[in-house]
C-alpha cells in the first residue's frame, strides 16, 4: 500500500475507489486520473499478477492502448501464434491454419499478448498516479447522497465520492450493491481450466488442439518457451456449483471426464495435478439490464463479461473503462452513468453475440456436429484470410478531452 499526497494546486474533483487491478481497473484508474480524479485501486492479490495465459487485444481496444502511450509496449510483446492445428480423436491432423483464420483477427493490426504483459503495462502506466491496496478487498459498502462509505477486509474505512467494480465475473463489488451472480450470470455449458505445464511436445508460435464431442485438450505455445498453456475444454449441460469452490474438487472433475483421453492428455492430467495455479470455471456471460446503481458503477468482466468463446473479454474490458472515465468528464455522476451506458451497451451486446460463433466452431458436442466442424476447417486451409470481425471494430471512441496530465504524480 502507498500513502497518498496531491500536490499543492491539483485539487482533485472527487475521490474514487475502484476494485480489481487486472485490465479494466487499471484502464479506469488511468483515464479517471486524466479527467481530474483522485483514485484508489484495491486488489485482493498481493501484486498485479505476471505471467498467464494468452490474451487478444482488437479493433477499437488498440485505439485505448494507443492513447494510453501502451501500444509499442504491446506490440513488442505480441506472441505472433503462426498455426493452429487441429487433432482428431484418433490424433490424426483434420487441419492446420493460420489462427486468425478461425478467430477473425486481422493479421498486422490486431495483438495476442501474454495476460501478465498487459497487466504490466497498464500498471507501469498509471502506478505513479495512483493509489494500489494489495492484499486487500472491500468487505462493505453503504451508500449516501454525500459518497460511499468503504470498509476494508484488510481493516479501516474511508468515504469515497464513487465506487466503481472491475473485479472480474465473480465480482464482490456487484454482489454488494446488485444482488447475487444467479440473476446476471449466463452459463453456455461448458467449463475448462487451464495451467502451465513444461514443453516437451517440441511446439513454438503455435497451438494444438485434439477434440473428441464434447471435449477439447488444447497446448499453447506462446514463444519457444520451456513452458507451455495447457487447456481442457468439456461440455457440462449444467454448471457444476458444488466444484467452483472446491480446488480438489474441480481436479478431480476434470480428471474424470478425461480419463480415457488420447493423444497428450494423460500427460496434461499429471502436469494438472502437480501444477500450484490452476484456473477452473465454467463458460459463462455476465449480462446485466443496468451497470450503475446510485454512486457504484461495473466495467469489464464485472458488468458484461462475453466469455472466452468470443475472445473479446480483454478487448470488452479496455474499451468499457475508457468510455466509463470519459463518460463523467464535465458531468454529474448520474448523468455520466447514463452516458456511459447509452454509448458502450450496443458495442457490448454485438461482441457479447459472437459466443454463438466460438462454441459452434471450437466445440461441438456431438459427433455430426464434430464432422460438420472439421468439414469447415479442411476449407479454410483452401480460403483467403477471414476478414476481421466488424464487432471488433463497432464503436469510434470519442475523444474525451482529460482536464489535465497526471505528470508524474507519485502516491
Not at 506472441?79 to 490424426?92: A, H, K, M, W, Y
Not at 519457444?224 to 481436479?251: I, M
Request: glycine content about 10%.
Amino acid at each position: 500500500m502507498t500513502s497518498t499526497a496531491h500536490p499543492m494546486g491539483t485539487r482533485p474533483k472527487g475521490t474514487i475507489l475502484i476494485s480489481g487491478a487486472s485490465i479494466a481497473g487499471p484502464t479506469l484508474a488511468y483515464w479517471l486520473t486524466r479527467h481530474g480524479y483522485a483514485v484508489t485501486v484495491v486488489e485482493r492479490a498481493a501484486a498485479v499478477r505476471s505471467g498467464g495465459y494468452p490474451i487478444d487485444v482488437r479493433g477499437t481496444a488498440l485505439e485505448v492502448v494507443r492513447r494510453m502511450g501502451i501500444l509499442p509496449r504491446l506490440r513488442d510483446a505480441h506472441i505472433d501464434l503462426r498455426r493452429l492445428t487441429f487433432l482428431d480423436g484418433n490424433d490424426s491432423e483434420v487441419a492446420s491454419v493460420h489462427p486468425h483464420a478461425v478467430t477473425g483477427g486481422a493479421e498486422g493490426r490486431d495483438l495476442e499478448v501474454r495476460r501478465g504483459d498487459l497487466t504490466d503495462a497498464l500498471y507501469s502506466a498509471v502506478c505513479d498516479d495512483v493509489e494500489f491496496r494489495f492484499n486487500d478487498s472491500i468487505d462493505t459498502l453503504v451508500q449516501s447522497d454525500d459518497g460511499v462509505d468503504v470498509t476494508f477486509r484488510g481493516g479501516g474505512q474511508r468515504t469515497f465520492d464513487l465506487v466503481f467494480g472491475a473485479d472480474g465475473t465473480h465480482s464482490r463489488t456487484r454482489e454488494l450493491v446488485f444482488g447475487s451472480e444467479a440473476q446476471f450470470h449466463r452459463y453456455l455449458g461448458y467449463c475448462f481450466a487451464v495451467f502451465p505445464m513444461r514443453n516437451t511436445f517440441g511446439l513454438s508460435h503455435e497451438t494444438v488442439m485434439w477434440n473428441t464431442p464434447g471435449r477439447a485438450a488444447a497446448l499453447y505455445a506462446v514463444g519457444e518457451d520451456d513452458e507451455v498453456h495447457a487447456f481442457l475444454n468439456f461440455a457440462q449441460p449444467e454448471p457444476p456449483f458444488d466444484v467452483f469452490a472446491n480446488r480438489e474438487a474441480q481436479r478431480e472433475l476434470v480428471a474424470s471426464v478425461f480419463a480415457d483421453a488420447g493423444w497428450e492428455v494423460p500427460a496434461m492430467l499429471a502436469a494438472m495435478h502437480e501444477a500450484d495455479d490452476v484456473f477452473f470455471d465454467g463458460v459463462s456471460q455476465i449480462r446485466m439490464p443496468r451497470w450503475h446503481s446510485g454512486r457504484v458503477a461495473l466495467a469489464g468482466d464485472a458488468a458484461y463479461a462475453p466469455s472466452f468463446l468470443t475472445g473479446q473479454g480483454s478487448s470488452l474490458a479496455l474499451v468499457g473503462a475508457y468510455m466509463l472515465a470519459g463518460s463523467l468528464a464535465g458531468r454529474d455522476h448520474t448523468a455520466g452513468f447514463a452516458a456511459y451506458e447509452d454509448s458502450t451497451r450496443e458495442f457490448v451486446a454485438v461482441n457479447q453475440g459472437l459466443v454463438g460463433e466460438g462454441g459452434a466452431t471450437l466445440f461441438p458436442t456431438t459427433a455430426q456436429a464434430l464432422d460438420q466442424r472439421n468439414d469447415r476447417l479442411r476449407k479454410l486451409g483452401t480460403m483467403p484470410a477471414a476478414e476481421p470481425r466488424p464487432a471488433h471494430s463497432a464503436l469510434t471512441l470519442p475523444d474525451f478531452m482529460p482536464m489535465r496530465p497526471a505528470a508524474g504524480r507519485r502516491y
